[in-house]
């Protein structure tokens, strides 16, 4: 039942998060006691970072504090530690001795085993120079379009990853500067590496070169990326003038419109804080990742 309870929970990729992160901290606390029960001498800790998938190592010390390990020994002394793989047999040792962490990472397995993989998004943005400066774009609006696809992956709870990509011949989503007086974007559906991908056109001095508020101008092209993106991942326009894919074709108060979102920010790193999506945007895009 405690599984069937946790499978119903909504925000699934959180929770599994929360649980890797309690398990590496629990298996932290059991490579201790075992080394300190096999060796029983002192220890030199080395941290090493997550996200190499590492955990931290730890290797029995001499009586005056020295390892016996020249690799040890010069980490000791450095502001960088080397990183040193996990040793096997210590995790062997830990899972036979300790069932509660086998649990755990059986845990682990049953929830990673039902959830869709993450869609991978490969994006790039042409650069602001030459003549693409003729748009109106700035050389920090490629912030802004980074922003926007990291808005629609934190909305997406994971299931959307963007990466930026090494060339612009592979990416699924790519951005160019355009030029125009009465559009702020578009986006154009292609195949990249026989995968969905899109072509987004941005028009920076369509409106918002005539800004004089960077806030302001910052807000229209931010939301610009937004919205185009939002086309890309398969998202249509709608009629409700709260949503990032209002089109304007509706009408309405395109000023307030923007005035809205502009009210929420201080300084320019607010503007990442903040999707602009609405309720209606969210349920759009889990209507399109349920698809």
């Excluded at 020249?70 to 210590?90: M, Q």
């Excluded at 302001?216 to 398969?234: C, D, K, Q, S």
């Amino acid at each position: 039942m405690f599984l069937e309870h946790l499978l119903l929970i909504r925000d699934l990729p959180l929770l599994l998060s929360l649980l890797v992160l309690n398990l590496l901290n629990l298996i932290q606390a059991k490579i201790v006691l075992l080394q300190i029960r096999l060796h029983h001498q002192p220890l030199v800790l080395l941290n090493l970072p997550l996200r190499s998938l590492r955990i931290q190592c730890l290797r029995p010390c001499n009586r005056r504090g020295q390892s016996d390990h020249p690799a040890e020994r010069e980490c000791r002394h450095s502001a960088t530690p080397k990183h040193l793989r996990y040793s096997a047999p210590i995790l062997t040792e830990i899972l036979r001795y300790n069932p509660s962490v086998a649990r755990l990472i059986l845990l682990a397995l049953l929830l990673t085993a039902g959830l869709p993989a993450a869609d991978l998004w490969t994006w790039w943005v042409d650069d602001c120079t030459g003549p693409a400066t003729a748009s109106g774009c700035h050389k920090d609006d490629a912030e802004l379009a980074r922003w926007a696809f990291e808005a629609w992956q934190r909305e997406s709870g994971g299931q959307i990853v963007f990466q930026k990509s090494t060339t612009p011949q592979h990416a699924r989503l790519t951005v160019h500067w355009e030029t125009g007086a009465s559009l702020y974007g578009e986006t154009r559906p292609v195949t990249v590496d026989g995968r969905r991908g899109a072509e987004i056109y941005i028009l920076p001095g369509a409106n918002a070169t005539r800004v004089t508020d960077p806030l302001l101008r910052a807000t229209i092209v931010f939301l610009t990326f937004v919205h185009e993106t939002g086309h890309a991942l398969g998202l249509s326009h709608t009629s409700n003038f709260a949503d990032i894919m209002y089109s304007f074709q509706y009408g309405g108060d395109i000023d307030a419109y923007f005035d809205r979102y502009r009210r929420l920010l201080i300084a320019r790193p607010d503007i990442a804080l903040h999707s602009g999506l609405s309720d209606g945007d969210r349920s759009a895009l889990q209507a399109v990742l349920a698809r």
